[in-house]
Nanobody, 124 residues
Framework: QVQLVESGGGLVQAGGSLRLSCTASGRTLSTYGMGWFRQAPGKEREFVGLITSDGVTVYADSETGRFTISRDNAKNMVYLQMNSLKAEDTAVYYC??????????????????WGQGTQVTVSS
């Protein structure tokens, strides 16, 4: 069974930075694209960004220039670096394993394994 685990969330002041981490037990992630999603209170889950197995990144328009996704295959880790955080970034952040046969890269349906999320709270 694949289990994804996110970490690194917490409370941060507006303008600050956080780095989230995602790892897995039961699977080596190096051959999979990995996505980041977030869900804010009262809103639907939305796509944040994706890193492919080859290290190519794609971001939602709202995150361009502030968020960076990277991966360290030797450590079986995927990261989401978030800079210049805003109150609107407050959400539970999830990592997920890409499964192209199921759906589009920016859709929940395009991923087959999910972590339980880590809370990010940005204070104004």
């Amino acid at each position: 069974q694949v289990q994804l685990v996110e970490s690194g969330g917490g409370l941060v002041q507006a303008g600050g930075s956080l780095r989230l981490s995602c790892t897995a037990s039961g699977r080596t992630l190096s051959t999979y694209g990995m996505g980041w999603f977030r869900q804010a209170p009262g809103k639907e889950r939305e796509f944040v960004g994706l890193i492919t197995s080859d290290g190519v990144t794609v971001y939602a328009d709202s995150e361009t220039g502030r968020f960076t996704i990277s991966r360290d295959n030797a450590k079986n880790m995927v990261y989401l670096q978030m800079n210049s955080l805003k109150a609107e970034d407050t959400a539970v952040y999830y990592c997920a394993q890409r499964q192209p046969t199921r759906g589009a890269y920016n859709s929940n349906m395009g991923y087959d394994y999910w972590g339980q999320g880590t809370q990010v709270t940005v204070s104004s």
